[in-house]
């Protein structure tokens, strides 16, 4: 396995274009993550699967966001008439479900949307 | 709540000098904390973690962290800067089991100078 693979690397879109991205995640990883992360910023949470249930979503997320992982497999995240102030690099990462600590993601290399 | 504060958005060291990243935490109950490095236009790779056994971690690359509870601080060391360290680093703390719970510092970029 060559780890969390995502997909456009890079997206350039004009203002009120919808876009959609592609998460591969390690093979045997039950569980998925989306992050934002802004210029100068950590990485932000967004959402996250387990298998094919979405679990949670951040208050970040907002109506123009839509995330699925229809066989509990690969992700896809959409957003819907982009904003300028949705250009950031969206990262991707996949765990284990484990036990208390067990908390290592790997990440993809992300995707980095510009909004022009 | 938890947060992370990473003290100074850019480092400059020597090759060969003492890298040292400063990190502090705030947590209402025992933390989990982690470095994870990012190379430019790459995603983020785990450095090391602190799961609450040995407050002295060591991790991949010759860094290592040590746990202080009473300062509340999770510091990256490595005694000898190599030019390949030269990257952007985060400092993570999470109080659950999984990485929505990661709440990341702003980052702290490392130059290596020759």
């Known amino acids: 396995d060559t780890g969390v693979s995502q997909d456009p690397r890079h997206k350039i879109t004009k203002r009120g274009q919808n876009v959609t991205f592609r998460c591969d995640p390690i093979s045997e990883h039950n569980r998925l993550y989306w992050y934002r992360q802004t210029l100068g910023q950590g990485p932000e949470f967004l959402t996250y699967f387990q298998n094919e249930a979405q679990l949670e979503k951040s208050r970040l997320l907002s109506d123009r966001f839509s995330a699925e992982r229809p066989k509990g497999s690969f992700s896809t995240l959409e957003i819907q008439r982009t904003e300028q102030g949705d250009s950031a690099m969206y990262l991707c990462?996949?765990?284990?479900?484990?036990?208390?600590?067990?908390?290592?993601?790997?990440f993809g290399q992300g995707t980095r949307l510009t909004v022009v | 709540a938890q947060s992370v504060t990473q003290l100074g958005s850019h480092v400059s060291v020597s090759e060969g000098a003492l890298v040292l990243l400063r990190c502090n935490y705030s947590?209402?109950?025992?933390?989990?904390l982690f470095w994870y490095v990012q190379y430019p236009n790459q995603g983020l790779q785990l450095l090391l973690k602190?799961?609450?056994?040995?407050?002295l971690v060591k991790g991949i690359n010759g860094f290592e962290a040590e746990f202080k509870k009473s300062e509340t601080s999770f510091h990256l060391t490595k005694p000898s800067a190599h030019m390949s360290d030269a990257a952007e680093y985060f400092c993570?703390?999470?109080?659950?089991?999984?990485?929505?719970?990661?709440?990341f510092g702003t980052g702290t970029r490392l130059t290596v100078i020759p």
């Open positions: 602190y799961t609450s056994a040995a407050t």
């Open positions: 990462a996949s765990s284990l479900l484990g036990g208390p600590g067990n908390t290592e993601a790997f």
């Open positions: 993570a703390v999470s109080e659950g089991t999984g990485a929505n719970n990661l709440f």
């Open positions: 947590s209402s109950v025992p933390p989990y």
